[in-house]
């Protein structure tokens, strides 16, 4: 079975600060990666996915991830972060093909501050 | 037009009753999707239809009944409310097929507040 790690619970960071929000997977197989993002209030939207091809995938926002099989991981990240950018961040992973099933990390809070 | 709607946004109720949540999605997708975020923002896939067949059914009690009169809409009922049922509830829908058509990648709706008293 596929799990997803979020390193950590809050990132707080000040406005245009870099950030990079940590996320490891396991699995036995191949899998697929997203990271969704939840503002206050809302439900989710997704943020980037990787599914195969260039392992550094750009999402919407300014944000990027890069997928690391090595070491398991999918970080987020963006260079210059905004103060509506504060919301929770997912990491989620899916088998893929006819597994349905998204499995998601226990969410990071990124704080942006003044 | 909102693509994946759920109702009511709020829910209010005692120990014991039963309730519903509806979903439904304009987006044309045959898969659809109910998740439970609780109050530490952790989210867990309770169930998954496709084209209304049951696909996806995780450990949930069975006081927790889903229902796809047709692929658009999926229902959440739930008899018998506790408090631990207290949560934000989440429908989500995404195309099958394959990755090309999108699979896995799910549109969430805004979420339903559940408070149970």
């Known amino acids: 079975a596929q799990s997803v790690t979020q390193l950590d619970s809050q990132v707080p960071v000040f406005e245009e600060a870099p950030v990079e929000l940590r996320c490891n997977y396991s699995?036995?197989?191949?899998?697929?990666l997203f990271w969704y993002v939840q503002y206050p209030n809302q439900g989710l939207q997704l943020l980037l996915k990787y599914l195969s091809g260039s392992t550094l995938v750009k999402g919407i926002n300014g944000f990027e991830a890069e997928f690391n099989k090595s070491q398991t991981s999918f970080h987020l990240r963006k260079p210059s972060v905004h103060i509506s950018d504060t919301a929770e961040y997912f990491c989620a992973v899916s088998l893929g093909g006819s597994n349905y099933k998204l499995t998601f990390g226990k969410g990071t809070l990124l704080t942006v501050n003044p | 037009d909102t693509a994946v709607s759920q109702t009511p946004k709020y829910l209010v109720t005692q120990m014991g009753n039963d309730k519903s949540i509806k979903c439904e999605q304009n987006?044309?997708?045959?898969?659809m999707y109910w998740y439970k975020q609780d109050s530490k923002k952790f989210l867990k896939i309770m169930f998954s239809?496709?084209?209304?067949?049951?696909?996806i059914n995780e450990t949930v009690p069975n006081r927790f009944s889903p229902k796809s009169p047709d692929k658009a809409h999926l229902n959440l009922h739930i008899n018998s409310l506790e408090l631990g049922d207290s949560a934000v509830y989440f429908c989500a829908s995404s195309a099958s097929g394959g990755l090309v058509s999108g699979a896995n990648v799910l549109t969430f709706g805004a979420g339903s507040r559940l408070t149970v008293l």
């Open positions: 987006l044309g997708h045959d898969t």
């Open positions: 239809y496709n084209n209304k067949e049951l696909i």
């Open positions: 699995s036995s197989v191949s899998v697929y």
